[in-house]
C-alpha cells in the first residue's frame, strides 16, 4: 500500500483570474479515493485568497483497515502560495506509514527557488512549479517538484482523445491524459502511471493501478453537482 498514494498531491478577484489554474466557485474541492470499490480516504483542498496571494491548503487522509483493524495510514499536508500566477512558495508534511517523514519547504528566493525536502537543500529554477494535478498547466511541463518528498521530478505527458465519463450521476465530457513520472533513488517502489480526467480545466478525476499488488485506485470528485 505505501506506494499509493503519491498524488498529490488545488475568490473571485483580479488575483484569482490570472492563476494557471480554476478556482471553484466554492473555493474549495473533494474527492474519495476509492479502492476495491471502498473509500479509503478522501483529498480536499481550500482556496484562500489573502491580499494579493493564493494559497492551496491540501489535505490527504488515507485509513485502511482489514477487519477493523488498522492496516495503513497515510497522511499529507501542503499549502502552496501563488501571486499573480507565479508559484513562490510551499509548505508541507508527510507522514508515511513506516517511519519516513518528510517536511517540505520551499520559497522564490530572487533569481532561484530554494526547496528542501528528501534530498536536502535544493537550488531550483525559479519558474519550477509543483506536482499539484489540480494545476491542468503543470502537464505542459518537462519537470516538477514533488510536493510529496521535496525532490525534482521529470514528467512524460501523453493526451488522449476526449472522453465521457459519469460523475454523480452527471455525464461530463473530459480531456484525458496519460502521466508519468521519474523514478528518484530514494523511492521504494516505481511511481505510478495515472490517467486523468479534466472537465473545463477542473481535475475530475484520476487513477492508478498499485506497483504493489495492481489493485485499481481512483480518486474521484465527490462534490461534483454541476
Known amino acids: 500500500m505505501k506506494y499509493i498514494f503519491i498524488i498529490i498531491l488545488s475568490l ?12 471553484p466557485d466554492e473555493k474549495e474541492v ?24 493564493l494559497i492551496l491548503h491540501s489535505v490527504l487522509d488515507i485509513d485502511v483497515k482489514i477487519l477493523f483493524f488498522p492496516a495503513y495510514k497515510f497522511f499529507q499536508e501542503t499549502k502552496e502560495t501563488w501571486v499573480n500566477g507565479n508559484f513562490i512558495s510551499i509548505e508541507g508534511f508527510t507522514d508515511f506509514e513506516d517511519d ?21 537543500e535544493l537550488e531550483l529554477d525559479k519558474n519550477i512549479i509543483p506536482l499539484n494535478y489540480w494545476n491542468i498547466s503543470m502537464l505542459e511541463e518537462n519537470e516538477v517538484f514533488d510536493t510529496q518528498k521535496g525532490i525534482m521530478r521529470e514528467i512524460d505527458v501523453k493526451k488522449f482523445n476526449d472522453e ?4 454523480s ?17 530514494k523511492d521504494k517502489g ?36 454541476k
Not at 169 to 185: M, R, V
Open 164 to 167: 465521457e465519463i459519469e460523475i
Open 12 to 23: 473571485f478577484s483580479f488575483n484569482a483570474f490570472s492563476q494557471p489554474f480554476p478556482i
Open 190 to 225: 516505481p511511481f505510478p502511471e495515472y490517467t486523468l480526467w479534466y472537465h473545463n480545466k477542473e481535475l475530475i478525476k484520476m487513477e492508478f493501478k498499485n506497483p504493489k499488488d495492481k489493485k485499481l485506485i481512483k480518486i474521484i470528485r465527490s462534490d461534483w453537482s
Open 169 to 185: 450521476g452527471i455525464s461530463l465530457n473530459c480531456e484525458k491524459y496519460l502521466f508519468n513520472a521519474s523514478t528518484n533513488p
Open 30 to 53: 473533494s474527492f474519495d479515493v476509492i479502492r476495491k470499490k471502498k473509500v479509503i480516504g478522501s483529498l480536499h483542498t481550500k482556496f484562500i485568497d489573502e491580499d494579493d496571494k
Open 100 to 120: 519516513r517523514e518528510y517536511k517540505i519547504i520551499g520559497n522564490d528566493n530572487k533569481d532561484f527557488f530554494i526547496a528542501s525536502g528528501m534530498d536536502g
